[in-house]
């Protein structure tokens, strides 16, 4: 009996595909042959082959695949893995799916970073993670808030970065450190080492190419945060074909706090597509413009499942149709999208 499950166990081992954490630079890392993970590879690869422009049964089938996956793992461990030594947290990488694809995601993005020449009239963007953005025009790059175990690994790359409001899942303090620690901007309304960036009033700011406007909201229309939020506008200039871009952070989606950064504006971020987050679309005061709507903030895996926490898929998708933009997008992390002649592809 015991040689016949040994059997077994061999026999499974050696018909199973191995799968290497994504790979563009063709270094080797530690094969993985956890079956779970191997079916987490193959769901992220087959993902990566479909378009956030287009939402049909292949891609939703994934979707719900990326949340079955998600919801296995209990928010509790992610921050365990958060904390971990890299030795250890590579083994969770190895055996976790979803933090498979976490780390998939980010290996992906930087990869593409530091290897993508963006062409004149053009823009590039990720979504990194939760509502964390990469933007890469001509003349520069910069990050919207950036949270992710390895995100420090950006912050060579990075010119400047955004961050809506000091909750830990929208930054990370060691890339702010690196940044700070080299002279780079960082516009918020609490990181105290970019004391020329750092306002708590709506304001404006220049970075070589780029304009940024910031105003100030309320924390989800709680009444106990009334400033806790900083929407923030980063127009990156004509060498970027004017791409520009706003995010609304978790704030209240309120027009009067939007004020500053109103007016048309190529793509929104705003977070899973509540009723209330419709309420800045439009042409009076405080209201935008836009040709986009970025859906975010999916599976953020600090926080509990949905109804606890978590924005879940299942109901981002339901909110999908109700949000009040011709062009709403659902990318996922990893994810790229290319603004040129006007429109994103």
Known sequence: MRIGYLLILLFTFMSCKTYNLYDVNNKTRQNITDISVIEAAKTIKNFRETSPFSLDKERLALWYKLESISDRLDNSTFKEYLDAPEEKAVSMERTIPILYIYREAFDKVLYEVQNTKVKKGSAVIWLLYNMGFVVKTPSGCFGIDIN???????APYLDFMCITHADGDHYDPKLLKSMSDNGKPIISNFYKESSEYMSKVASSYRVNNFTIRTDVADHLRNPKFPTYVKPIRIDCGEDSGNFSILTGGDSGFNPMHFKNVQGPVSATIIRWGAEVENSIFGTGE????????????LIELRH???PNGQASISKTLEHLPNVKCENTILPFWGEKLIWSNGVLH
């Open 148 to 154: 992710h175990r390895l995100a420090n690994d950006l």
């Open 304 to 306: 509990e499942l949905y």
């Open 286 to 297: 405080g209201q935008v413009q836009t040709n986009y709507a970025i859906l975010s903030h």
